[in-house]
């Protein structure tokens, strides 16, 4: 089991829009709707963003979005903000009651 | 509001066990229909799954650590813990407890702070 595979770094100017992809397999990403999303600012708790691929949950901005296509995840940000600027992790369930994150990708407001 | 908050020794042997316990404050871990994990990030890395466990005792691992984890709860206590044993260098991280719905929709919604266990002689 492998971490899912997402981008190291993306970086993008205030009130600009940037993507993060997560890619798997067909037995985690691409075999379930069961996708997540967290902000992790360091030395704080990771945040959810999305769940089951494209749900935001209570008081997320809709400028966070998530969807999915094959093995690939994305999350899209619009309108950046300087508050945005953080680490951002996918999640996949990988079946037989087993979870997968993604390395991680740091998101830098230029 | 739930509340998670870890606790535990900061500084660990190699070959020792590492233990560290989640104390759940504004819900009843027995009576609520949820699974607590532990979650890690050693420096530098991103998060790891380490394993759940469901209220009734249930335990989920991570197939890559399955050998050496136990995690178990205490309901009386309102507290869950893990067992890592046989650890090395490669164990230090940050260490999450968090509360989630299911063992398939990977939605981790409460955290605690994280604890960061170094392991060192």
């Known amino acids: 089991q492998s971490a899912l595979t997402q981008p190291r770094s993306v970086s993008g100017s205030p009130g600009q829009s940037v993507t993060i992809s997560c890619t798997g397999t067909?037995?985690?990403?691409?075999?379930?709707?069961?996708v997540s999303w967290y902000q992790h600012h360091p030395g704080k708790a990771p945040k959810l963003l999305i769940s089951?691929?494209?749900k935001r949950p209570s008081g997320v901005p809709r400028r966070f979005s998530g969807s999915k296509s094959g093995n690939t995840a994305s999350l899209t940000m619009s309108g950046l903000q300087a508050e945005d600027e953080a680490d951002y992790y996918c999640?996949?369930?990988?079946?037989?009651?087993?979870?997968?994150f993604g390395g991680g990708t740091r998101l830098t407001v230029l | 509001q739930l509340q998670l908050q870890e606790s535990g020794p900061g500084l660990v042997k190699p070959s020792e066990t590492l233990s560290l316990t989640c104390t759940v404050s504004g819900d009843s871990i027995s009576s609520s229909n949820y699974y607590w994990g532990w979650i890690r990030q050693p420096p530098g890395k991103g998060l790891e799954w380490i394993g759940s466990i469901y209220y009734s005792g249930n335990t989920y691992y991570s197939p890559s650590l399955k050998s050496r984890v136990t995690i178990s709860v205490d309901t009386s206590k309102n507290q869950f813990s893990l067992k890592l044993n046989s650890v090395t260098a490669a164990d230090t991280a940050t260490y999450y407890c968090?509360?989630?719905?299911?063992?398939?929709?990977?939605?981790?919604?409460?955290w605690g702070q994280g604890t960061l266990v170094t392991v060192s002689s």
């Open positions: 999640c996949s369930y990988a079946g037989n009651y087993t979870v997968i």
């Open positions: 089951d691929v494209n």
């Open positions: 968090a509360r989630h719905a299911s063992m398939t929709t990977v939605t981790f919604v409460y």
């Open positions: 067909s037995s985690d990403v691409g075999g379930y709707n069961y």
